[in-house]
């Protein structure tokens, strides 16, 4: 049985034998990671959408106008026959694609969609307008739009807020001033 002499048992418990073990076990982590990045990498390939994917939705929120004209005016895109049907999709409360842009913000979209004859006054099961929805998510050029594009200013909901009282409630100061000014100029 072979015993290592003094001067290799302190080489091994130096600070030079701790660095190189800590390099090479630094080195083995970095291989596993990797590793792993490669493999996750590898999965991010192209994705088939799924059966409930809405491409008009995608168009609207993420300010895509051009994409919203083709969806409506080409013949050949694949998502134009079901487009009006995508546009008047609503959830359990009945608010639709219209709700999502303006709570994004999408001043643009909500223009192009009304050329293509979106309900502009549409309202949801307790009253709420897509002024309401504006007002609530502080979307001042939204408010703008819509007000330009002749949505009602007085339109109240089920419990009788206008969208300034909603704005009022949600602190959404600029929009108040605005829906206060469009009040009084008569901007309807």
């Known amino acids: 049985m072979a015993t290592a002499s003094a001067p290799a048992l302190r080489r091994e ?20 990671v990797d590793s792993a990045n490669k493999s996750e990498h590898e999965n991010l390939g192209p ?26 005016e080409d013949l050949e895109d694949p998502d134009h026959e079901k487009a009006n049907r995508l546009l008047m999709e609503k959830d359990i409360v009945g608010r639709g694609l219209l709700y999502a842009t303006c709570m994004a913000g999408q001043s643009d979209v909500i223009r192009t969609l009304a050329r ?14 897509l002024l309401h929805c504006a007002a609530a998510w502080g979307q001042l050029e939204t ?12 339109a109240t909901t089920s419990r009788g807020e206008k969208a300034r009282d909603i704005a009022c409630r949600y602190e959404q100061t600029e ?4 829906l206060d000014w469009a009040g009084k100029s008569g901007n309807t």
């Open 13 to 32: 418990g130096s600070a030079e034998a701790k660095e190189e073990a800590y390099s090479r076990k630094m080195e083995s982590t970095e291989e596993i």
């Open 47 to 72: 994705q088939e959408e799924p059966a409930t994917f809405n491409p008009l939705l995608r168009a609207c929120l993420t300010g895509d106008t051009e994409g919203v004209q083709q969806i409506f």
């Open 116 to 129: 293509y004859g979106v309900d502009l006054k549409d309202k949801t099961a307790r009253g709420y307008t």
């Open 143 to 154: 408010l703008k739009t819509l007000i330009e594009l002749e949505a009602d200013i007085y």
């Open 175 to 178: 929009c108040v001033a605005f």
